[in-house]
Each structure stands twice: as C-alpha cells, then as structure tokens.
C-alpha cells in the first residue's frame, strides 16, 4: 500500500509563511498529480495546488502569488510554500496523490495525507 505522511502544520501570525511537506512511502513506481486540499470549519474542502508529473502547476485564485507548490519525484515529496498567510487560509490542510492502481497497467487511485492544522491569527 502507500501512505501519506504531511508535517509542517502549526501557528503563525498573519503576514508569516509556513512550509508544508508530504512524502509517498510504500510501494511506488510512479506518481501522477499531486496536490494540496484544504478545509476550513464550516466549508467545502477545496483543492488549493496541485501540481502534475510535468511540473505543470494550478492554483486556487486566492493564493495566487502567494503560495507555490513543488514536488521532489527522487524523493516521492510535495511541498507547499505559503507566504504572506491571511486568516482566510486557516483550515486544515490535506495532501493528495494519485498513482497507477497497484496492479493495474490502466487505472489509477487516489490517496490522501492525513491532514494537518494550519492557523493563522490576526
């Protein structure tokens, strides 16, 4: 199987930057997209980042400028870089991978990180 594992997550005052990874372990050959959700309390979970094997990258329009998303494929690692934080951007935070089924030559599965808590106060 393959497991997510996140860290980075914690406080900060409005204006800082935060530095979030995700690293795939288990039995990996290849990995497609991946990507950063967040949900905060009340809201949908919405896909923040996401970034594809190419390294070609999409963002939600209200981080645009802020925040970048980059993957280490030698390393099976996303990261997201988040700079000038709002607390808007208060939710947790999950990653997100999606890899060749194991066993198939066709499909694919996604898996999740699981999850961690981004705060940022006024």
């Known amino acids: 199987q393959v497991q997510l594992v996140e860290s980075g997550g914690g406080l900060v005052q409005a204006g800082g930057s935060l530095r979030l990874s995700c690293a795939a372990s288990?039995?990996?050959?290849?990995?497609?997209?991946m990507g950063w959700y967040r949900q905060a309390p009340g809201k949908q979970r919405q896909l923040v980042a996401q970034i594809t094997s190419g390294g070609t990258t999409n963002y939600v329009d209200s981080v645009k400028g802020r925040f970048t998303i980059s993957r280490d494929n030698a390393r099976n690692t996303v990261f997201l870089q988040m700079n000038s934080l709002k607390p808007e951007d208060t939710a947790v935070y999950y990653c997100?991978?999606?890899?060749?089924?194991?066993?198939?030559?066709?499909?694919?599965?996604?898996?999740w990180g699981q999850g961690t808590q981004v705060t940022v106060s006024s």
């Open positions: 288990g039995t990996i050959s290849s990995i497609n997209d």
């Open positions: 997100n991978a999606n890899l060749p089924l194991p066993g198939s030559r066709w499909f694919t599965s996604d898996y």
